[in-house]
C-alpha cells in the first residue's frame, strides 16, 4: 500500500534535547513538506523540499532542521532553540506534477516537552 | 499577515440540510485552491480541489466553488450527514509561479446534528 508514514505518533521531550521526526513516504513523490499545527492557527509551513538534497525555509523554519538525502525520507529535527515545540506535526508529499496536485498527509506526531 | 482566511471558526448544521464553508484569499497569484477534512489527531485528507480556470467543481455531494474577482471559494456539502463532522480547511497555492506550497486556511469546525 503506498502512503505517508510518521513515526512516533507521540513522543515527548525533555526541555533543552534535540528531537527527530521521521517521515517515509513510499508513492514517489519528489516534494515533501513539514507543516505544524496549534489549536486555532491551521497549518504552518515549516520547511518543504522539491527534490532530493534541496530544501527551503517556510514561514516558521527557526528552531527547526531538515535533511533530505533520499527521495522517500524527509526527517525534522526539533532543536532545543525552538521556544514553543509543543504541537501536532505533520509531514505531507505530493508529485509535483502539472497541474498542482493535492498534497497526501501522514497522520501526525504529537510533540510534547516536558 | 494570513493569506488564507477562514472566518468563521464553526458551524452547525441539521443532518439532511446544506453545509457552506467560505474562504478569502489575499494573494491574487493563487490558481489553484483546495479543501482539506481532519479529524482529531490525523493527518488532513484531501477531498476537492478548483482551478482558477474554472468557476466550479462537483464531486457528489461536495462542490467547490470559486469568484476570482471576489478572491472568495466556498464548499457545499448537500446533504450533509453527521459523518461530515470534521474541521475543514482551505489551502492555495501559486502554481504558475513555481508550485509554492500550500498555505493554509486556520480551518472551520462542521458539526452535522442528528
Known amino acids: 500500500d503506498g502512503g505517508i508514514t510518521q513515526s512516533p505518533k507521540y513522543l515527548f521531550r525533555k526541555e533543552g534535547q534535540n528531537v527527530t521526526l521521521s517521515c517515509e513516504q513510499n508513492l514517489n513523490h519528489d516534494a515533501m513538506y513539514w507543516y505544524r499545527q496549534d489549536p486555532g492557527q491551521g497549518l504552518r509551513l515549516i520547511y518543504y523540499s522539491q527534490i532530493v538534497n534541496d530544501f527551503q525555509k517556510g514561514d516558521i523554519a527557526e528552531g527547526y532542521s531538515v535533511s533530505r538525502e533520499k527521495k522517500e525520507s524527509f526527517p525534522l529535527t526539533v532543536t532545543s532553540a525552538q521556544k514553543n515545540p509543543t504541537a501536532f506535526y505533520l509531514c505531507?508529499?505530493?508529485?509535483?506534477?502539472?497541474?498542482?496536485?493535492?498534497?497526501?498527509f501522514g497522520q501526525g506526531t504529537r510533540l510534547t516537552v516536558v | 499577515d494570513q493569506q488564507v482566511k477562514q472566518n468563521s471558526p464553526s458551524l452547525s448544521v441539521q443532518e439532511g440540510r446544506i453545509s457552506i464553508l467560505n474562504c478569502d484569499y489575499t494573494?491574487?497569484?493563487?490558481?489553484?485552491f483546495l479543501w482539506y477534512k481532519k479529524y482529531p489527531a490525523e493527518g488532513p485528507t484531501f477531498l476537492i480541489s478548483?482551478?482558477?480556470?474554472?468557476d466550479k467543481n462537483e464531486d457528489g455531494r461536495f462542490t467547490v466553488f470559486l469568484n476570482k474577482s471576489a478572491k472568495h471559494l466556498s464548499l457545499h456539502i448537500v446533504p450533509s450527514q453527521p459523518g461530515d463532522s470534521a474541521v475543514y480547511f482551505c489551502?492555495?497555492?501559486?502554481?504558475?509561479?513555481?508550485?509554492?506550497?500550500?498555505?493554509f486556511g486556520k480551518g472551520t469546525r462542521l458539526s452535522v446534528i442528528a
Open positions: 494573494n491574487s497569484m493563487f490558481d489553484y
Open positions: 478548483i482551478s482558477s480556470i474554472k
Open positions: 489551502a492555495a497555492s501559486a502554481w504558475n509561479s513555481g508550485n509554492t506550497p500550500l498555505v
Open positions: 505531507a508529499s505530493s508529485s509535483g506534477a502539472v497541474p498542482t496536485s493535492e498534497a497526501f
